[in-house]
């Protein structure tokens, strides 16, 4: 396999479920919309994104290839995964008290 998919298999294989989520993120709560929460909805996707990338190349240089050669991916992929889902969820969290309208 060509050494660039195999690093990045594990997001080339997350991408439409990583999409959906995204597009879950970006479309709810529905209020309030503005030029504030796009930005802020922006970096948190690109972070998330990163943060997911950055854990699948330390998961697949940490793990011990005494286990086989499918094991590096394996455990990226567990690991980019769960980093993916704890960005959007901490992000969800704060964009509630970091958003939210006076009054």
Known sequence: MNPLVELNLTLILFLPWFAILAT???????QPRGAAR???DLVTLALAVGAFLWSVHW????ADPGY???????????VGYGVFLAALAVAF???RVVLR???
């Open 24 to 30: 879950l993120y970006w479309l709810f709560p529905r």
């Open 38 to 40: 796009l930005a802020y």
């Open 59 to 62: 998961a697949i240089g940490y």
């Open 68 to 78: 086989g050669r499918l094991w590096p991916q394996i455990l990226a992929t567990a």
């Open 93 to 95: 969290a704060v964009r």
């Open 101 to 103: 309208r006076p009054g």
